[in-house]
């Protein structure tokens, strides 16, 4: 339950003709407290309710909970989410052992991209591909909850 991930931003849309798989992703937050945040998301044709813990003092790892519910019920506390939905196309890019999830966002989030590379250990070696720029695990206006209240066309 303890995810360690790294973030980067994308600075080509290369990644596209590596991807295998591209989904589209709308999701809501109940809660963006930093100590437990929820996630309502709708990925696909299916639903999930995901809480977040506090990440470490690094921003490598954090506890995560994600239980899978129907799209009814999603798009019913969807209804009930803070504003500031996000919206936004997830594509898998695997690089050897690792599959990259790059996020292009849209709507008040347009013109962010950012992928994710989940490790099994923090100081775990993976591949750093041309199009991935510079790391911004950590920073927290990258984070989903914070991009629904502070997106980034407001920066």
């Known amino acids: 339950m303890i995810e360690i991930e790294r973030k980067f931003l994308v600075t080509a849309e290369t990644f596209k003709q590596e991807a295998i798989k591209q989904i589209r992703i709308v999701q809501g937050f109940l809660s963006t407290d930093p100590e437990r945040t929820v996630r309502i998301r709708i990925k696909g044709a299916t639903g999930f309710i995901t809480v977040k813990g506090k ?30 939905v996000i919206d ?3 594509y898998e890019v695997p690089m050897g052992k690792f599959v990259f999830e790059v996020d292009e966002f849209f ?4 013109g962010l991209v950012v992928a994710e590379v989940e490790l099994e250990s923090k100081d775990e070696e993976y591949p750093k591909p041309a199009w991935l720029g510079a790391e911004v695990t950590g920073d927290i206006k990258y984070y ?8 980034y066309n407001n920066w």
């Open 144 to 151: 989903n909850s914070q991009l629904s209240s502070n997106p």
């Open 55 to 84: 990440s470490d003092d690094e921003g490598l790892s954090r506890f995560e909970w994600e239980k899978e519910i129907t799209v009814e019920e999603a798009d019913t506390l969807l209804q009930k989410c803070l504003p500031g």
């Open 107 to 110: 709507g008040d989030n347009e």
């Open 88 to 90: 936004k196309i997830r």
